[in-house]
């Protein structure tokens, strides 16, 4: 049987940067799992989003996206219910999210 140092043996051959390259890239890694949403949130999301589009009242959305969970406020411009897609306007830009993403919308 070998008995080597494993991990040990290899980590004095690497820079620092790339140490920490690994531990950032393994953080990243580690991102949470998508949950969905039941029929009557979903429901009580439409009604938030069409009284918003009336009112052009800020709301806050948490949506899914590159493995993380995400928090924007702003105003929604549009909702599509055919491509399933919203438009917010936030930060000076307008943003295209898809509903399927969605976590919870609530007002500002």
Known sequence: MIRDRGRIKWSAMMLPEHVKMLREWAEEEKGEEEKTAD????EEWDGILSQAVGSRRKVRVNY??????EMLTGVVRRSDPLARTIELEAEGK????EREKIAGIDWE
Do not use: H, P, S
Not at 94 to 97: A, K, Q, R
């Open 64 to 69: 899914f996206r590159n493995r993380r969970y």
């Open 94 to 97: 307008t943003i295209v999210l």
């Open 39 to 42: 029929e009557q949130a979903r």
